[in-house]
């Protein structure tokens, strides 16, 4: 079954109603995720997502998530750097379909 990888930035507020997100689209394939991210195409930071999820979905309706790599946005060295699943996003899934 094919995969999607979707790239979906998140705001660093701790409070539920005060985190924004934005999916930023999605790749067939891991490698172009990846070089997107190291590249930072389109300014995925914007100056305002503090982390960044690369969530590998199957095709189909409802599908849930087959792995999840984070990343925390470097203000030093102006790059994601990958990161473990921040606790406050611990039990939520498909952040970028909802």
């Known amino acids: ?52 999820v690369l969530e590998e979905i199957p095709e189909g309706l409802r599908r849930s998530v087959k792995s999840e790599t984070w990343f925390l946005w470097d203000r030093k060295q102006k790059k994601w750097a990958p990161v473990e699943k921040p606790k406050k996003f611990e039990g939520t899934t498909n952040f970028s379909i909802g």
């Open 1 to 52: 079954m094919k995969s999607g990888f979707f790239l979906t930035g998140h705001t660093s507020s701790v409070s539920q109603e005060n985190r924004a997100k934005a999916c930023f689209g999605f790749f067939a394939r891991k490698p172009d995720a990846m070089k997107a991210i190291a590249e930072n195409c389109t300014d995925m930071f914007e100056c305002y997502y503090s982390y960044l």
